[in-house]
Structure formats: C-alpha cells, structure tokens
C-alpha cells in the first residue's frame, strides 16, 4: 500500500452538554493514501463526521473538545499547528464537499463569484480566478459555464449544486478531497453521474478521496477500503469486497443485513376495487406542463409507488392529488367523488382520509409545540374524531404504534433523531384515520437500518388498518421491497407501469431501464460487473 497522505491516529472527541460529556469518537485510526478511495460508513450518530470535521478544524471547541490523537498530514500533525497554517491547508490542500448544497452556497451571491472567491482568497489573481472558474463549471458538467455562472444557487437542481460544490472544492486541486454523504438526497441517474464525476476527476488529479456515507450502495460503486463505525468506534475495516462478503462484526452484519433490494417481491398485488382513480391530470405552471395527461389507480390496501428522476412530476402529483395545488385539468375519483370539484367545505371534511407524510420531518413538524400537541391538534381541527378527554391516552397509543413511548409526548422535535422524527409524522397521520397515506421521499434521507425500520412500521400498519399507500421515492431498491405495483413518471408523464416484478425484471421503456441501471447494489461484485458491462458498451 503506499505511503498515506492522510491519516488519522487515536483521535477522540468529546462534547461537553449541560447533561455531561458525550464521546462522540473513542480512538478512532485511518488513513487514506494518493489516488485511494476509503469510505467511512456508519448510521447518524456513529461518528463518522466528526472525525472528518476534526480533519478540516470545524468542531466548534467549545463545547466540543479534541481530547486525544493526531491528525498527520505530509509528516505533520494538523492538531499542532497555528490557526493561520490551517486556513492555508484547508481549501487548498484538503478540501470538503457537503450533504446539502443549498444549505452551504451562499444564496445572496452568484456562484461565479463564490468559486472566484475560494479562489482569489488563496493568492489567484482576479482576472485568472474567473477564467478558472468558467473552466471548472464546464469540467463538473455545468451547461453553458459562462451564463451559469451569472445565477443564484436557488436556479439550479439539486444535482447541479452538488456539482457546483465539487467545482469549488476542487478549485485549488487539493491532495484529499472529503465527501460527506455527497449524494443521499439525489436521484439514481444523478447519484450515478456524481460518483462518475468524482471518480474521473480523481484519475486525473491523482487525489485521495474519503467518503463519508450510510449507503452501501455507494461504498460498492466506488470504494477501495471501507472503516465501519458505530457510536463513536470503528468496528471493523477491509476491502470492501471483505468487509460485504465476510462481515466479522455483529453491527456490520446488521448493517449488509438492512440493505434494501435483497427481500421478496410482492408476488400478489390487491384485486380490490379501486378507491382512488385519477384521469388524465395535468398542471401547468404558465408555459410549462408539470402534469401532461396522468391517469392511474389506488386499491384499497395497496402500496403503489411512483419512482422518476427529480423533475418528473412524482411530487406535483402528490400535491395536485391533495389539493394542495390546483389541477389545470382532470378528475381524481376518490369513493365515486371528484376531489378537484369538492368546495373548500367539504374537501374540509375529506382531508382526513387521506393524509400525507413528507420527506423532512424537520420542516413538517413545528418545533415549537411538544410531540403531545403535534399528534393532537389533528383532533382539535377535527374535534368529532376523538372526544378530548381521550387525547392523552390516544396520543400514548399512536406513538406505542409508530415504535415510540408514551413519555416521548412531552419532547420537542429536536430532541429526536432523524428516524424517531419521521415515526412522529407517522403518528400524526394516523391521528385522523387515513384510508390512504401519500408517503413522498418519506424514507429517503434515512439510514439503512432506520429506514428498514420504518419500512417495516408502514407495512405492519397497513395490515392493521387497512391503510392504501401512495410512495413517492427514487430508491429503487426500497420500491422492490415495499411495493405492489409502480408508476415510473418521465417530464410529468407516465412512462410505464405495472406489477413490481414486471417493472423490476421485464421494463418496456428505455427510460426505465436507465433508471434500474443506474441504481446501485450493495454488493461490491455485482458493481464491479456493471461497471465492466458499462465500459464494454462504451468501448462498441
């Protein structure tokens, strides 16, 4: 192996909270050599960013504390040096990439501007800062450079920004690039061409890569080495080709064990009579056509899934659906009733059936209000539901339902995780009796363990309550476990659709086969093949 740009010994960090010290990483070793990738993959919580953060100086101290290890870079320990060699270092030398684009470009100024910046703030000079950055946004795929980077980060798809943000962090050619989770709110055919993007730059710059991630699908695509963690340890480490065929840790085996797109196909979706029926809807925004001419149906107690890139009206039609925006035209039959031609009164009355659980807990439950108010104002807009006396032990009840305790209702949002957030909305859904739930991205940003979990919560609570699911999701491997049937929607079109296995092993359309092609497997062989039919077809 060879010499290590970057390596990590012994580092522990602590974080000093008014209920006493958390040890978010305990000892934790790596390192990553020239042209190398190593992925860091683990849940929320298990450290892996942390100890990324301790190697670009972003832990804020206090309250949090470096209180052992060394981070050595070129034979010298970063830990020891001053605050001015670091910023010389960081950017430079050792550059990062985020999780959320949006939340990291800056959105008052231009994106040209933001890359000069990073350039100009090492020693480029202004007129060579903006020819480089033209430069860059042509080399991380961005169309026409010149006019794009004259726009606002808010006028380019989540794609795009994640390509924006390669393009600054790449502007100084640093030595080890840092990924965090760079690709876990994309779609597959984007996440395909970010990973690609990555690898081709580093073959030609030589960089070292380090990935932090949760997605084994990932890790196989386009690691070399892969460092488990779990709360605040590396368990285990190899290839990964070692570590996903031959799991020593208990952890690592739940973990390869959690993975979507292994479990059995939904063999018999539901005969039942439909109970939703929506016929050619369409929606337009001015010139632009978001829905052209949608038509399907819901069953009772199915779950029909609705996959697509972003941009394909998967979205717009769960919002359409429940009139959260108005159809240009169309019906949606729900019971022999148009929900499109329901007055404000009684689609009122008929919100309740169906009800909808969004993709960001964080934005969709009010943090101002306890867990115990989230589930029960259902009941105070809806008071002939449940009389109040019985909200507490309602409330008690749902949230027993959902995987969670009844003391949990005196708690704020904050105060729980990603997943325990997303079975709260669950919870909150549940408090008006839904026939149908339209679930959009619902599990999309969580770990493979968590989202296996609330999976598993969905399907449980579709059997006890006979609930019909609407699944919004560009996760092909969790549509073919879940799923009875699927819709694949292209530019606000129906493309495609059928029973699971028919889309999974028999897809009809270009489109969809693209789509299946570019979702990635856990299993670092089955990549490995892809990757040599795609170069062999490349090569014809």
Request: with cysteine.
């Amino acid at each position: 192996m060879a010499e290590p740009l970057l390596e990590v010994r012994n580092l522990s960090v602590t974080f000093h909270t008014a209920r006493g010290p958390v040890e978010a990483v305990r000892n934790v070793s790596w390192q990553v050599a020239p042209g190398e990738v190593l992925a860091i993959l683990g849940e929320s919580g298990s450290g892996k960013s942390v100890s990324a953060s301790a190697v670009m100086d972003l832990i804020d101290c206090p309250p949090g504390e470096i209180t052992s290890g060394e981070i050595i870079y070129r034979g010298r320990d970063l830990l020891k040096m001053s605050a001015a060699e670091r910023r010389d270092i960081n950017g430079k030398r050792i550059a990062m990439i985020f999780q959320d684009p949006l939340s990291h470009l800056n959105p008052v100024y231009t994106v040209g501007w933001q890359i000069e910046e990073a350039l100009t703030t090492h020693g480029t000079p202004q007129d060579k800062a903006r020819v480089e950055t033209i430069a860059l946004l042509d080399k991380v795929g961005i169309p026409n450079p010149e006019a794009s980077a004259r726009k606002y980060p808010h006028q380019f798809s989540g794609g795009q920004r994640q390509r924006l943000m390669i393009a600054m962090a790449l502007a100084l050619r640093p030595d080890v690039l840092i990924a965090d989770e760079p690709t876990t709110a994309l779609d597959v055919t984007v996440q395909a061409q970010i990973l690609a993007l990555l690898e081709q730059l580093q073959h030609e710059t030589g960089m070292a890569l380090l990935i932090i991630t949760h997605d084994l699908g990932v890790v196989a695509e386009i690691a070399d080495r892969v460092v488990v963690m779990n709360a605040g340890e590396i368990v285990e480490q190899g290839t990964a080709a070692e570590v996903y065929a031959n799991p020593q840790h208990a952890y690592t085996k739940r973990l390869i064990g959690a993975a979507p797109g292994k479990g059995a196909i939904h063999d018999d979706p539901p005969t039942t009579e439909p109970i939703l029926l929506l016929q050619n809807v369409c929606k337009k925004y001015g010139e632009f056509e978001a829905l052209k001419g949608c038509s399907f149906e819901l069953c009772e107690g199915e779950t029909l899934a609705i996959v697509g890139e972003s941009g394909s009206g998967k979205s717009t039609t769960a919002r359409v659906l429940l009139r959260l925006e108005e159809p240009t035209s169309g019906r949606a039959m729900y019971h022999g009733r148009d929900l499109f031609a329901l007055s404000p009164r009684e689609l009122f009355e008929l919100r309740r059936d169906i009800q909808m659980v969004f993709q960001d807990p964080t934005q969709s439950l009010n943090p101002r209000m306890t867990v115990y108010q989230i589930i029960s104002e259902a009941w105070a807009i809806h008071p002939e539901i449940l009389p109040k006396a019985r909200w507490r032990d309602r409330v008690a009840e749902l949230l027993g339902q959902v995987g969670l305790k009844p003391e949990h209702a005196h708690r704020y949002p904050h105060q729980f995780s990603g997943g325990q957030r997303q079975r709260i909305a669950i919870a909150r859904a549940l408090a008006l009796e839904p026939r149908v739930i339209v679930c959009d991205e619902a599990v999309s940003a969580l770990d493979v363990q968590v989202q296996a979990q609330v999976i598993e919560l969905l399907d449980k609570l579709k059997d006890e309550f006979g609930l019909s699911y609407i699944f919004i999701a560009h996760d092909l491997p969790v549509v073919r476990d879940f799923a009875d049937r699927v819709i694949v929607m292209q530019k606000g079109q129906i493309v495609e659709q059928g029973p699971v296995r028919e889309i999974f092993e028999n897809p009809r359309e270009t489109y969809t086969q693209n789509l299946l092609a570019a979702s990635l497997d856990p299993d670092p062989e089955v990549q490995a093949r892809r990757r040599a039919e795609r170069l062999s077809k490349e090569v014809a």
